[in-house]
């Protein structure tokens, strides 16, 4: 019998030679492969497997983006997700005392293109979505009926994404037209732009806020990650650091992407990002938060380590789960799952990442996003380019 096994298994004393491909590049090493001595498995250890729970259809066109509701699964609060597409239309889905999921609403106003993104407020009573037809509609969730109370115009053409920051008290959107803004939450649903940030030279594909600090990030068809933070002057927001492949004014090698960063995520301290781009790797980037935190303000963030030969398209999603596992969708219809190498010599060469497993044709085309749930550490939610959404669940068996 052929078993398929974790890289993270324990290993018994039996012995074979493999061609391995390494896991993770640093900043001073280049990909390349190597044989390695490998012990053979052993069988007691568990191993992951990705059991789907439900295909969840209605959608008619291509799904963008989802986003689960920050109350799902704590204190008794049902599980509830949205889903935003190009048949203009946003869905939400809650799964009932049975287990099965159901849409609870369709909302096919007031977007008249593709929605592209949507977030949901802290509270989790208000939903933002973003749409190509260039405006952000807030919608408020009144009893199960959910209201458009609010229509932000501006940008100058499709808006890429949305993003709330942590309090709820600002709202960012980015969009085609390279821009990214900040929105102010007013009393009686009204909102405020107090400020229009220019930097990045290309589109802008998503933005989000930190999980704890008064940071955002933005990422862009410019092969470049911004981080803005307000200087304290009157709504005065700066661009504090571009992570980018090298330094424009230096010269110096930073390590980021070579083309398109497509999507950003953050672990549950909040001192690690992971970034996924056109150039097929995911990028690990670490800070001081214990910094940021004391009076020494911005504490930058600097390149860990590099995730690459796992994937052969375009990466278009990463999420970091609260329990340290990343999980990335990409252009070649698989989910993928990676965990820290936490074994002695990484503390010396940093952090590496081991493929913890692979789901080949999660979906039948392009995934789009993947996102786990916040009360379900390892319930996770995928949504394609077939029209699909699907709720997996990542368990451990034993062999």
Not at 141 to 158: I, P, R, W
Not at 268 to 291: P, Q
Not at 350 to 364: F, I, R, V
Request: hydrophobic fraction near 35%; charge should be negative; charged fraction near 20%.
């Amino acid at each position: 019998m052929q078993l398929a096994l974790s890289p993270t298994q324990k290993l018994s004393q039996t012995y074979v030679f493999v061609n391995a491909r390494t896991s993770t590049t640093h900043a001073d090493l280049s990909k390349h492969h190597r044989h390695y001595l490998t012990p053979f498995p052993s069988l007691s250890p568990p191993m992951e497997t990705l059991k789907q729970i439900q295909k969840l259809e209605g959608h008619t066109d291509r799904v963008w983006s989802l986003a689960w509701n920050p109350l799902s699964g704590l204190n008794g609060h049902p599980l509830k997700l949205a889903s935003c597409s190009g048949d203009k239309t946003v869905r939400i889905w809650e799964r009932k005392p049975s287990n099965s999921w159901e849409c609870q609403a369709v909302l096919d106003d007031p977007h008249t293109r593709t929605v592209r993104s949507c977030s949901w407020s802290p509270s989790g009573k208000i939903l933002a979505t973003a749409s190509f037809d260039g405006t952000t509609a807030i919608f408020q969730d009144v009893g199960d009926d959910y209201e458009c109370v609010s229509t932000l115009e501006g940008h100058e053409n499709e808006v890429k994404s949305v993003s709330w920051n942590a309090s709820g008290s600002l709202l960012a959107t980015c969009g085609r037209d390279k821009t990214v803004w900040i929105w102010e939450v007013l009393p009686g649903n009204e909102f405020e732009c107090v400020a229009v940030l220019q930097g990045h030279t290309q589109d802008v594909k998503m933005v989000q806020w930190h999980p704890t600090m008064e940071l955002l990030f933005s990422c862009s068809y410019d092969n470049t990650v911004k981080i803005w933070a307000d200087d304290g002057e009157d709504d005065n927001w700066v661009c504090v650091q571009t992570l980018a492949q090298s330094n424009s004014s230096t010269g110096f090698l930073v390590s980021g992407h070579s083309s398109t960063v497509w999507a950003l995520s953050f672990n549950a301290t909040g001192d690690k990002m992971v970034t996924c781009s056109d150039d097929l790797t995911l990028k690990i980037w670490g800070t001081d938060n214990g910094k940021m935190l004391s009076s020494d303000g911005f504490a930058p963030w600097s390149h860990l380590c590099t995730i690459a030969g796992y994937h052969d398209r375009t990466i278009f999603s990463v999420h970091w789960s609260r329990d340290n596992i990343i999980a990335s969708g990409a252009a070649d219809d698989a989910i993928r799952f990676f965990v820290e190498n936490n074994e002695s010599d990484s503390l010396v060469n940093g952090p590496s990442y081991n493929l913890l497993l692979k789901k080949e044709k999660a979906h039948d085309m392009d995934i789009n996003s993947v996102q786990w749930c916040p009360g379900e550490n390892r319930l996770l939610a995928s949504a394609a380019d077939d029209g699909t959404i699907k709720i997996w669940e990542l368990t451990s068996v034993s062999c």
